[in-house]
């Protein structure tokens, strides 16, 4: 099992949440955060005075998959989430030791 998180732009969230269901992704987890890379922030005029925000608004979204389901998986939010803009994200793949449904006890896999 893999856990993929995936840092993107706000308005491409459901596009890319769309995308993942009809891959087969059952569920996800979803955070708006903020952050910077390599675009070092914006900078902005607010009433007269240009001022740098460095802090830029994202989603992240968190999906535990199987192994058989991690390269289509990557490759949807790649595809859906590429705007061909510096900022569009990234996407992060973690080994995911183990899995577990509370409600019924099932794990590994089949918690998923």
Same mark, same amino acid.
């Given at each position: ?10 308005? *491409? ?6 995308? /993942?269901?009809?891959? =087969? ?13 390599? %675009? *070092? =922030? ?11 925000? +460095?802090? /830029? ?21 790649? %595809?859906?989430? +590429? ?6 994200? *990234?996407?992060?793949?973690?080994? /995911?030791? %183990? ?7 099932? %794990? =590994?896999?089949?918690? /998923?």
């Amino acid at each position: 099992m893999k856990y993929i998180t995936a840092i993107i732009k706000p308005f *491409k969230f459901t596009e890319v949440k769309d995308a /993942l269901s009809a891959a =087969g992704v059952s569920g996800l987890t979803v955070s708006e955060v903020s952050g910077y890379g390599r %675009q *070092k =922030g914006q900078t902005e005029i607010y009433r007269g005075a240009e001022y740098t925000s +460095n802090m /830029l608004p994202k989603i992240r979204i968190e999906v535990a998959v199987p192994d058989a389901l991690v390269a289509q998986v990557v490759e949807v939010i790649r %595809q859906h989430a +590429n705007n061909d803009e510096i900022g569009d994200g *990234k996407i992060f793949v973690f080994e /995911l030791a %183990q899995a577990l449904r509370i409600r019924t006890g099932e %794990q =590994g896999d089949d918690a /998923l």
